[in-house]
Each structure stands twice: as structure tokens, then as C-alpha cells.
């Protein structure tokens, strides 16, 4: 059985390319060879199987008034299940989470994924290992996307709010026993159109740096 590495998060996990030029064919999908999550899988081997689960506006708990099935928190039983014996859980979650219709501050965002780590803590898809679980915080949102055509969906606050938020998901880390991540010590970036959807650069940034933790880790 290879070793399953499960990785739950949202349009940067789904691998949405905003800048087509960015992106091979100029899709508005990151390609297989581009995403994180399969270069992940290339740069660990036949060891291991990386499951990708992102969705775009995916959230910790909060329910979107205007989109459905966007929490992560109803979602994640089925989704563990599916997946199991999992060998590793990475969450990277919280960017959708600071928009302004949502109400929520970066404290309560870190409330929601303390949610999302005890449930999976306490879901029988281990195997016969124990829970363990990478939370990555997501790099915060460029001052400039307030200037560009996201400016809107994402609402008054989200920026601070999102360089807030690394802090607050460090110490909730830290008090339920789980692994830590800061996406923006890795030297990652944003692209120019909206300024919140990683670069193919940087998602070739982060999969190496998640394939040294991952090995650490399994």
C-alpha cells in the first residue's frame, strides 16, 4: 500500500490559473505537470499516492450565502473516508474565509480550522497509524488585489485579515498537536491579474518544499 497524502484546500490547491500566460496552453487550470499537488507526487515517487482535494471558495466552516458545499467541514468525513488509510492530511484553508460577506475575523478563521483538525483527529481513517496533520498558512493576500477585478467578491478587510492570519493558525497548531506551515517564509508569489492565485513558479516553490516535509513527516 503506498503511503496517502491527502490535500485539502482551495482554488491554490485546485491549481486556478488567473494569468493565462502563466499557465501551458493558456488554460485557466494549472496542468498536471504545474500544480503542486502532482508535482508533489513526481518529486516523492511511487511510494506515495497524493490525493488532490481543492475546490475553489473553499472554506474552513463558514457557509457562502451565494454558493453551496463550499465549507470544508461537511465535507471532510466523506472525504477522509474515501481516502483512507491516510498517511498524512495537509490543510490549506483560509483565504476565502476572510471575504467580507463571511464575518469572520482571523481568529475565528483559526476557530474553523481547529474545527477541521479535531474531526479529522478524531476520524477513523488512519489505519493503524496515528492522526497526523500538516496545517499550511496560506501566503496573505497582495495589498494590490483591492486595485483588481476580485476587489469586490473579496469585500473591505480581507487583506489585513489575511496577513493576520498566519499567526493565529500557528498557535492553534500548536495547541492541538499538529504540524505547521507559513507559506510565506517559502519566497512564494502571487500573480498581477488578481494577486491572490499562486504563480506556476510558486507552485513549484511550495512542492519542493512540501516534498522534504512530507518525507520528515511519513
Known amino acids: 500500500m503506498k503511503k496517502h497524502i491527502l490535500c485539502l484546500g482551495d482554488s491554490n490547491t485546485h491549481g486556478y490559473c488567473a494569468d493565462p500566460a502563466d499557465c501551458a496552453g493558456g488554460g485557466d487550470r494549472f496542468h498536471e505537470n504545474e500544480r503542486w499537488t502532482c508535482r508533489l507526487q513526481s518529486a516523492l515517487g511511487d511510494e506515495y499516492l497524493v490525493l488532490e482535494e481543492g475546490l475553489s471558495g473553499r472554506t474552513t466552516v463558514f457557509q457562502d450565502p451565494l454558493y453551496e458545499g463550499l465549507d470544508a467541514l461537511h465535507y471532510l468525513w466523506p472525504c477522509l473516508k474515501s481516502h483512507e488509510p491516510l498517511s498524512l492530511l495537509i490543510i490549506m484553508l483560509g483565504t476565502n474565509d476572510v471575504k467580507q460577506r463571511l464575518g469572520g475575523n482571523a481568529h475565528e478563521i483559526a476557530l474553523g480550522m481547529r474545527r477541521l483538525i479535531q474531526k479529522a483527529q478524531t476520524t477513523d481513517c488512519w ?11 496560506p501566503l496573505p493576500i497582495d495589498k494590490r488585489m483591492e486595485q483588481s477585478p476580485v476587489a469586490d467578491e473579496m469585500g473591505l478587510g480581507a487583506v489585513e485579515k489575511s496577513r493576520e492570519l498566519p499567526a493565529h493558525l500557528e498557535r492553534m497548531a500548536a495547541e492541538n498537536g499538529v504540524h505547521f506551515l507559513n507559506a510565506e517564509t517559502l519566497g512564494l508569489a502571487y500573480n498581477h491579474i488578481d494577486f491572490m492565485h499562486l504563480t506556476r513558479e510558486s507552485h513549484a516553490k511550495l512542492a519542493a518544499a512540501l516534498a522534504e516535509m512530507v518525507r520528515e513527516l511519513t
Do not use: D, S
Not at 127 to 137: D, Q, S
Open 127 to 137: 489505519g493503524k497509524g496515528k492522526p497526523n496533520i500538516l496545517v499550511i498558512a
